[in-house]
């Protein structure tokens, strides 16, 4: 019996993640070549919830493992239900959105083979190009 793949082969449940420093600069990261999908994009951040694994704990874990940094604070935003392709195969997440205060003094790229950069930027400098999915939860969220 093959694995099953979130995402795919059922609906996946994941965590996004717009990390700030509290003073209007939000943290990016150029996904590598290494990374499943949009490659060379800036994306903001987000993880698949792993089973009995609870969100706030898969968003603390996550941001420590790729970031580096500790949670501060965080607010849930909202949901999205995110239908787009992976190498040609529809996939359907649910993603949790939310925003997350970490301490930029910690803040580095703990997981290189996913990662070629990372930077803080303001709304009116964010890198390109973006994740697809980026422009949505801007537009989704701009007043929170």
């Not at 019996?1 to 795919?8: A, C, I, L």
């Not at 990261?29 to 994009?41: F, I, L, M, P, T």
Request: proline fraction near 5%.
């Amino acid at each position: 019996m093959k694995p099953m793949n979130q995402g795919v082969d059922h609906i996946g449940v994941c965590v996004v993640y717009f990390c700030h420093n509290g003073e209007n600069k939000v943290l990016m990261a150029k996904r590598s070549v290494n990374a499943r999908d949009e490659q060379g994009c800036w994306d903001i951040g987000g993880a698949g919830m792993e089973f009995g694994e609870k969100a706030d704990q898969t968003l603390r874990r996550e941001i420590k493992e790729e970031y580096n940094a500790e949670v501060i604070d965080f607010e849930f935003l909202g949901f999205r239900d995110v239908h787009r392709e992976l190498m040609g195969k529809p996939t359907h997440w649910i993603a949790l959105d939310f925003k997350v205060l970490v301490d930029p003094k910690n803040v580095k790229i703990n997981e290189p083979h996913k990662f070629d950069d990372i930077g803080w930027f303001n709304l009116e400098n964010i890198p390109q190009p973006v994740h697809s999915q980026f422009p949505e939860f801007l537009e989704k969220y701009m007043d929170k």
